[in-house]
């Protein structure tokens, strides 16, 4: 995969030229929502939801859905790294399922809600921690969604970046196996560029994240497994804030910490 490439077919997506009104003013507030999440914005994250739920009902009403739900998805990652931990990050989370929800009922078997809430039960089960009345709960109702995310994630980055996170970081025999994560994750990254090459001109609205999120997954996958790896942790880091330069956590937290290990560490 080339990192470089792919980054530059980022920069080439163009927003369409005309639209409803209410079409216009989602887009702007999706565009908004992403760069919010990047900038670790959670002020203004939460300002969005509530913009977001200002639209009207429409046809477009299930991604007003999805983006009050990815706002406060992120909103709740975000937070994961602030120090001190706030105490919303279950609400958020919470909330967020609800609105992926209802961005499902109106959209039966959309992978782009469907995904989305297996990342927040991932989020929830992790704040569940030794709690296993409150992870038997959550996991009760993830599973299936869980089961049918690993065996239909077909060539959805998005779905990649859920399904190669679960590989790397849940407990076996689910997770737990870098190999397997790092291949489903350069998957990820190379259907990410060929659905920005393809996709020229999707609206706004329409969920086309996931080429940055794969890199970061990479990044933090070469420098955290049993045998980290600086420079490839370091070259998938940097194309991620090459792609999304105001990305906070990659830029100020990740590349830090990967700059810190030993230069001549060998790959795995």
Known sequence: MNIAAWVLVLACVVPPS????DAVRLGTLARAVLSADYRADRAELARLDAELARLREGALSEYRDYWRGFAAWRRAINGF???PTPDDLATDLEGAVERFRSALAKRPDWIEARLAMVGCWGNLLYLAGKDEA???????EALPSF?????NAGDNPRALWIKGGMEMS?????GGDFVKAAATLERGLACAWREELSGG???????????????MDLAYLFSHSPKPDRGVALAYA?????AVPEWHYVRDVLIPQIEALPAATPAP
Do not use: H, Y
């Open 147 to 151: 089961r049918w995310l690993m065996q």
């Open 81 to 83: 790294n602030a120090t």
């Open 238 to 242: 940097r194309g991620a804030v090459t």
């Open 170 to 174: 849940a407990p076996p025999p689910t």
């Open 134 to 140: 409150r992870r038997k709960a959550i996991l009760e």
């Open 201 to 215: 001109g999707a609206p706004a609205w329409e969920p086309r994240w996931g080429g940055p999120e794969n890199l």
């Open 18 to 21: 005309s639209a409803p009104p």
